[in-house]
């Protein structure tokens, strides 16, 4: 994550002169092409990309070729200046706003508020002391917080073989076990202090064990004095159609694959049902298991199911500090569900899918993106300002993982409720996400 203090520093960079005006336009259609000349057009002096839309300070003379490119463009009021407005991740739409604020762009789980001087001293003091709620940023010069599917640039054609193999992989997903594996882990109380978070722990365990391959074993760790428990599956890559035989693990790479299954709500001493958050991806982590242990692969994977998620990323953190020197070595990547399965349009709507990492780590994100491409019908969106989930874990020790996480859970109407049930959800769409993620981990482990 970034460092606030530098942040702010970068702050000063990027605040309009006098002489220029914040403006945004809408650049929710302008394709990669388009969206980079209205970046560089004369009287721009700098930009923010915040999904469909893009933040620019500009001359008035820039102003005028602004309007001129065709996008429609709302002027800010001359009082606003950059250090009037913070990028706000990870923000659920039922968490007020600090008085004196008002959000001027919502891309979701991304938003850019803009405050008075008191607002912005409170969000500042929340980004100070890390509050676990919400990710709290400036705004930063030439910087994409979040990019559309369509301004990114055209998704690179695979060859016959790997879309033949990513097909392939994607059609072994079950939406039917999938949706089977979440009834089962909501049918618990899979908070931390609950009887139902062991019980969750051993089923997981068991299911992972019966797979072909699987090593399963348990990681105990502390959160807050209290024991709680990572699953943690192993799944070699031995199975090569290859005469010279299996390379020794030190030429292996690693994939990382995980959710988190404790879950909470407003009364976790008797119900905390979680099932989209987060059985959803827990039991996600678990169909990719399934898929990848009946698909050959060249590299190692291991299939986690995180606890103490909710308390501040705990289980995710325990991992990563345990993970010897030499596999983090190995590592290619990182996969993290939390959260996929609810769409505000159910499964006749819309389905869209957040894909959040570092800005350094786009290389690996884009696997992700082409997979969605080649065998989805997913909406898919880039995010590379992280926060609040597991993802963070890996990001944090220089490691490229990213999060993949419905596009409307901000507007989930039962999050960390006991009435986030199964009922709530959208298969459809959780389907589409474990295909691109299938598709994705075909690609990336061969």
Do not use: C
């Amino acid at each position: 994550m970034r460092n606030f203090i530098l942040a702010i520093l970068a702050l000063s960079m990027v605040s309009a002169t006098p002489a220029e005006r914040l403006a945004i336009v809408n650049v929710a259609t302008a394709g990669p092409s388009k969206l980079n000349s209205v970046k560089k057009l004369a009287g721009v002096s700098w930009w923010t990309e915040i999904g469909g839309s893009l933040l620019v300070s500009a001359t008035p003379a820039g102003l005028v070729n602004v309007k001129r490119s065709g996008f429609a463009t709302n002027i800010l009021g001359p009082e606003i200046a950059a250090d009037n407005l913070r990028v706000i991740v990870a923000g659920h739409e039922s968490k007020p706003l600090p008085a004196g604020s008002v959000t001027v762009v919502d891309e979701g789980r991304i938003r850019l508020v803009e405050g008075d001087s008191g607002a912005i001293a409170v969000l500042d003091q929340l980004a100070r002391e890390k509050s676990p709620a919400l990710g709290i940023f400036p705004v930063e010069a030439g910087h994409v917080v979040l990019q559309l599917q369509a301004n990114q640039s055209p998704t690179l054609k695979m060859s016959s073989r790997h879309s033949a193999m990513v097909s392939d992989v994607a059609g072994k997903v079950s939406r039917e076990r999938w949706w089977g594996d979440v009834q089962k882990l909501a049918g618990w109380n899979r908070h931390i202090s609950a009887a139902g978070n062991i019980q969750a722990r051993d089923w997981i365990k068991s299911r992972l064990a019966a797979l072909p391959g699987m090593e399963v074993t348990v990681q105990e760790f502390k959160v807050q004095g209290r024991s709680a428990w990572n699953v943690v599956g192993i799944l070699t890559g031995e199975r090569l159609a290859q005469e010279s035989g299996v390379p020794a693990a030190a030429d292996r790479g690693l994939l990382i694959v995980g959710g988190h299954f404790d879950s909470t709500s407003e009364r976790t001493s008797s119900a905390a049902p979680g099932a989209e958050d987060n059985a959803s991806g827990a039991a996600g982590v678990i169909e990719l298991a399934r898929v990848m242990a009946e698909t050959p692969h060249s590299q190692d994977i291991i299939f986690v199911a995180f606890s103490g998620e909710e308390q501040g990323l705990y289980g995710s953190a325990a991992f990563v500090d345990e993970l010897p020197d030499l596999e983090k070595e190995r590592i290619r990547g990182v996969l993290t569900m939390d959260m996929i399965a609810y769409a505000k349009g159910g499964n006749g709507g819309p389905l869209g899918v957040l894909i959040e990492t570092e800005s350094e780590h786009a290389a690996f994100a884009r696997h992700f993106t082409d997979a969605a491409a080649a065998v989805t019908k997913l909406q898919v969106s880039t995010s590379y300002n992280p926060f609040g989930s597991d993802h963070v874990s890996f990001l944090d020790a220089g490691l490229p993982a990213i999060l993949a996480i419905d596009a409307d859970w901000n507007r989930y109407g039962h999050y960390h409720r006991s009435t986030d049930t199964p009922d709530k959800l959208t298969p459809e769409l959780a389907h589409e996400i474990l295909k691109m993620n299938a598709g994705a981990l075909a690609l990336l482990t061969n």
